[in-house]
């Protein structure tokens, strides 16, 4: 069964940081792009970043120099580690798996940001 489960959000101060997790199973997940988006309500979905097979990564300028993204590929999971958080960065973040062969969704993790 394939599952990607993000965890790690939650409410944070204006300013302050937080690790989001996508933890990976039922598929070969070193194959796989991994792809951080996220989406308040009634706006697009947007990529916040992406890490490729080869560990090259892709970033949305809004989180240039803020967010960094990594993979463990012995723990099959992919993390968000997120600085200098902003109250504009309130939404859900959803862990996104593709390859040639599939493309898979987890649930969503909210982050609030707020004082």
């Known amino acids: 069964q394939v599952q990607l489960v993000e965890s790690g959000g939650g409410l944070v101060q204006p300013g302050g940081s937080l690790t989001l997790s996508c933890a990976a199973s039922g598929f070969p997940f070193s194959w796989y792009t991994i792809r951080w988006y996220r989406q308040a309500p009634d706006k697009q979905r947007e990529l916040v970043e992406g890490i490729g097979s080869g560990y090259d990564t892709t970033y949305a300028d809004s989180v240039k120099d803020r967010f960094t993204i990594s993979r463990n590929n012995a723990k099959n999971t992919v993390y968000l580690q997120m600085n200098s958080l902003k109250p504009e960065d309130t939404t859900v973040y959803y862990c996104?798996?593709?390859?040639?062969?599939?493309?898979?969704w987890g649930q969503g993790t909210q982050v609030t940001v707020s004082s």
């Open positions: 996104n798996g593709n390859y040639v062969s599939g493309n898979f």
